[in-house]
Every structure is written in C-alpha cells, then in structure tokens.
C-alpha cells in the first residue's frame, strides 16, 4: 500500500469513526454530514469524496456487521453445526443488533427502500445477509430437506425481507415486544414454505 492510499484509508477511517461517534450521541437524524466534516477535521466536500451521502456511513456500518456474522457462521459450517440452528442463530444476532443500535439500523433498513434506484440497490449490495442465509441453506438442500423447486437465493432472500420487514414494523408499531421472540415467530412460520415435506 502506497503512502497516499495508506492515507486515503486512514482518512476514511477517521471520517467513519467520527460519523459513528455522532450518530450514538446525537441521534443519526440530528447529524448533519458537515458536523461529521468538523468532527473528523475534513472539510465537508471531503466527506461526500468518501461517503456520497450520510447513510452511506450506516452502509459501511451494516456490511461490517455481516461481516462479522459472516465469519461466524462460516466457522459454525465447518464444524458441522446443525443448518437449522445456525439460521435461528442469525435471526436471533440480527435481532440483537436491531435492539442494540435501533436508532442507527431502522435508517439503515429504510435504504432498502429507497426510491432512488441507484441507492437502494448500494444498500442492498452491502447488506447481503440473504446470501449468508442461502449459504446456511446448501447443507440442506444436499440433504433434500429444503424445496428444490425455488433457488436458494430467492429463498435466502426471502428470510432477508422477513429480517427487514419484521424490524421496521417492530419499530414503527411494537417496540414494546420482544424482536428476537418476533422474529422467531416469523423465522418459523416462513420455514413451512421453505422446508420440503
């Protein structure tokens, strides 16, 4: 790595960092990208060269959190851990997330759901955690114990929304409820399509 991309990255690093720091304290809505510029001591054209707009911060932030998952369940394959428990296992570390950060994970999702295309499919790019439930899913598609007549991606997918979709209403209309128990009900109800019979 050169000096300058070494820089590059330290500065994007810097600028993340600081962003983070804002948005727990202050409330992500309450920020504006040119606190974050003052924070990280860039100037706030700085900012938008690394990040385009202010979500694109909570994108970075979510992708680190899959990834972290990612390696996670990666190691729970490997030692032959039961597909089905590891599925309730990231329905239930999402959920945990969720609680944890709502404030920065609910504008998260809405990305999702953003009406520019350009956006919303960023946000689905670095959220893939339908690809890490499709993964979860080939031990038992090679078992015949999920359908074989959808992909495993569309499958995989699926489960994602559910994720998505189960947060925001938990969110906007039952925070009061327990989300892990919410997204158990969810998680098992959508399994009957999913398994083969």
């Known amino acids: ?8 990255k330290r500065r994007r690093e810097r600028i993340f960092q600081a962003a983070m720091a804002l948005f727990r304290q202050r409330g992500f809505q ?19 060269n690394y990040f385009p707009y202010k979500e694109a911060v909570l994108l970075e932030y979510g992708a680190l959190l899959l990834a972290g998952l990612r390696e996670e369940v990666k190691g729970r394959l490997a030692r032959g851990e039961d597909p089905l428990a590891i599925l309730r296992f990231i329905f239930q570390e999402v959920a945990r997330y969720t609680e944890a950060e709502k404030d920065l994970v609910l ?12 956006r919303a499919k960023a946000a689905f790019e670095a959220l ?3 690809d890490l439930i499709a993964q979860v899913l080939r031990p038992l598609r090679e078992k015949d114990l999920v359908r074989k007549d959808l992909s495993l991606e569309r499958m995989g997918r699926t ?6 979709l189960t947060a925001l209403r938990w969110a906007a209309y039952t925070p009061e409820r327990d989300l892990k128990e919410e997204l158990q009900k969810t998680l098992d109800l959508a399994l009957l399509g999913i398994l083969s019979r």
């Open 128 to 130: 893939p955690l339908g």
């Open 1 to 8: 790595m050169s000096v300058r991309e070494y820089q590059k």
């Open 107 to 118: 504008p998260l999702l809405y990305e999702l759901l953003n009406p520019d295309p350009i």
């Open 159 to 164: 489960l994602a929304d559910l994720y998505f």
């Open 30 to 48: 309450e920020t504006a990208a040119s606190d974050i510029a003052k924070a990280a001591h860039v100037s706030r054209g700085t900012f938008f």
